[in-house]
């Protein structure tokens, strides 16, 4: 399995901009799929975004979508999670997976990642 840490987090007021980073370590992630999955309290872990491997294809949550990008560096071994105009309800622990996913990220539920990271507090509130 791939090692993740995800950095970034922290706490910002409404309108505002996070990056978050997922770095891997063990295995280089250029077969790897990435995910951004988040789980606000009391809720079920939900898909933010993923970017696909063998196409670079990427997915994003309706409630994301024109507001977060995804992007990877190879180079790194590392995957962003760029997230501008940020809302109280995009509040949650984000946490990156990683996988070696035959189709498009987008098709495939959480509980199909192996490889998990601790997760990154993202607050957003003024």
């Known amino acids: 399995q791939v090692q993740l840490v995800e950095s970034g987090g922290g706490l910002v007021q409404p309108g505002g901009s996070l990056r978050l980073s997922c770095a891997a370590s063990g295995k280089t992630l250029v077969h790897y799929a990435i995910g951004w999955f988040r789980q606000a309290p009391g809720k079920e872990r939900e898909r933010v975004s993923c970017?696909?491997?063998?196409?670079?294809?990427?997915y994003y949550a309706d409630s994301v979508k024109g507001r977060f990008t995804i992007s990877r560096d190879n180079a790194k071994n590392t995957v962003y999670l760029q997230m501008n105009s940020l809302k109280p309800e995009d509040t949650a622990i984000y946490y990156c997976a990683a996988e070696i996913l035959a189709l498009s990220c987008g098709v495939y539920a959480p509980q199909e990642y192996s490889s998990w990271g601790q997760g990154t507090q993202v607050t957003v509130s003024s």
């Open positions: 970017i696909s491997s063998h196409d670079g294809s990427t």
